[in-house]
């Protein structure tokens, strides 16, 4: 069973505080995705990360991808209120159809 | 581009009834889609994959014969949950990936059920 940890699952911090947010797995993943989801919607892509070792960034949110391709982190600094949703990471599988498995995902609030 | 759009957004039905959800991919030709299920602070549950022209393939624990998947074109795909029950109520979700990206996959809106 492929399972990837997401970790905290809860996070509510001031605004203008820093955080990051984990995914760790036993397995190898082709690429590793970040999303964000707010209620009722459907989950938005931030970003894919292919490569080991690789650290992409938006604007304040950093990305990296592990050596080994089974864990990667989000880090955003100077959290803002609109930062304030739904983080899921999702592992693409080396099989055929590329399926995803997903993280629990981590609710983040940021207050004010 | 990569837009996925799903139809109805949301809907309403009685117990026994069956619900029709559409999902399309509208700027490009979306050679797999999946569909998942969300609970309340929940991930999501990928309950099927399907090919455009072939069998979906189903979940271990998601009824075939309880949600139809059809992928009849590289730009739609239907799931009809068949007499439908309460506990059919939740959050429907596609997302559809491109031959181009191996990787990647880009989700409609979704659609909430509420089973009466």
């Known amino acids: 069973t492929q399972l990837l940890e997401q970790s905290p699952q809860f996070l509510s911090i001031q605004e203008g505080e820093n955080l990051t947010v984990y995914c760790n797995s036993s397995s190898v993943f082709s690429s590793l995705q970040w999303y964000r989801q707010e209620p009722g919607e459907g989950p938005v892509l931030l970003v894919t990360?292919?490569?080991g070792g690789e650290v992409k960034k938006l604007k304040r949110l950093t990305f990296q991808f592990g050596d080994a391709r089974k864990d990667s982190s989000l880090h955003i600094t100077a959290a803002q209120p609109g930062d304030t949703g739904l983080y899921l990471c999702?592992?693409?599988?080396?099989?055929?159809?590329?399926?995803?498995?997903w993280g629990a995902g981590t609710k983040l609030i940021i207050k004010p | 581009g990569a837009v996925v759009s799903q139809h109805p957004s949301w809907v309403i039905c009685k117990s026994g009834t069956s619900v029709k959800i559409e999902c399309r991919s509208l700027?490009?030709?979306?050679?797999?889609m999946f569909w998942y299920r969300q609970f309340p602070k929940q991930s999501l549950m990928l309950m099927a994959t399907s090919n455009e022209g072939s069998k979906a393939t189903y979940e271990q624990g998601v009824e075939k014969d309880k949600f139809l998947i059809n992928h009849a074109s590289l730009t739609l795909s239907t799931l009809t949950v068949t007499s439908a029950h309460p506990e059919d109520s939740s959050f429907y979700i596609c997302?559809?990936?491109?031959?181009?990206?191996?990787?990647?996959?880009?989700f409609g809106p979704g659609t909430r059920l509420t089973v009466l």
């Open positions: 999702a592992g693409a599988l080396m099989d055929s159809n590329y399926q995803l498995i």
């Open positions: 990360v292919v490569t």
């Open positions: 700027d490009f030709q979306a050679t797999t």
């Open positions: 997302s559809a990936r491109t031959s181009g990206s191996r990787y990647e996959q880009f």
